[in-house]
């Protein structure tokens, strides 16, 4: 059974500081792996998705990378910003078999960032 | 062009009773999947439906059904409601690939809130 952990829980950082999230799965059998961000009580704004066969992903100031073979992610964010306070979700999909294409999310690293 | 819908936005419920929540998706896609998403968690995937019917299924009791119609809106029904049940219901839309056999990427709704008391 897939497994996804992100650490820290809540993190807290100064505004303009660079900043990683960390997500880490339980089973490198994944087709991709996706990175949300939700704003409290809203629904989900895909932020960069990774497909296993490729090593990082870029949008802005943001980047996500992937090591399928040691189960981590990592997203950073550059320069951070008051607006980018929000939590951070990452979702991995499994390699695909017809009908299994459930995402399975960590719990979230809810970022603060203060003026 | 219109992301995906949810209505209502917001719900309340008592227990034992049945609720029934809407979801259009996003233009062009054909496929709809339902995760349950308790406060301070991740979502949890309930099901999914192509071509009007249930292809997957996640670790969710009969009390949760749902419905796919030829519009590709879908549906899901809960009953007997418990407080447990309260949480945010979010849609994802996506678009199937026969070439492939897999669908594409997966986009989400805003919720419905529900609150069972």
């Known amino acids: 059974k897939q497994e996804v952990t992100q650490i820290p829980a809540a993190l807290s950082v100064p505004e303009g500081e660079n900043l990683v999230l960390n997500c880490s799965f339980t089973?490198?059998?994944?087709?991709?792996l996706q990175w949300f961000r939700q704003d409290p009580g809203k629904g989900l704004t895909s932020l960069l998705l990774i497909q296993s066969s490729q090593r990082e992903q870029t949008s802005g100031r943001l980047n996500a990378s992937l090591d399928k073979s040691s189960g981590r992610s990592t997203l950073y964010i550059a320069a951070s910003q008051p607006g980018d306070s929000a939590t951070y979700l990452c979702?991995?999909?499994?390699?695909?078999?017809?009908?299994?294409?459930?995402?399975?999310f960590g719990t979230g690293t809810r970022l603060t960032i203060i003026p | 062009d219109a992301g995906v819908t949810q209505s209502p936005t917001h719900l309340i419920k008592t227990r034992g009773q049945q609720v029934t929540l809407r979801c259009s998706p996003k233009?062009?896609?054909?496929?709809v999947s339902w995760y349950q998403q308790a406060l301070g968690q991740g979502p949890q995937f309930i099901f999914q439906?192509?071509?009007?019917?249930?292809?997957q299924r996640g670790n969710f009791p009969d009390r949760f059904s749902g419905h796919q119609f030829p519009n590709y809106s879908s549906e899901l029904n809960v009953n007997a409601l418990l407080l447990g049940d309260s949480a945010l219901y979010l849609c994802a839309s996506s678009s199937y690939s026969r070439t492939s056999g897999s669908s594409y990427e997966q986009y989400f709704g805003p919720g419905t809130r529900l609150t069972v008391t």
């Open positions: 233009s062009g896609h054909d496929t």
């Open positions: 089973d490198s059998a994944i087709y991709n």
């Open positions: 979702a991995v999909r499994p390699e695909t078999d017809f009908g299994n294409e459930k995402l399975t």
């Open positions: 439906y192509y071509e009007e019917e249930e292809r």
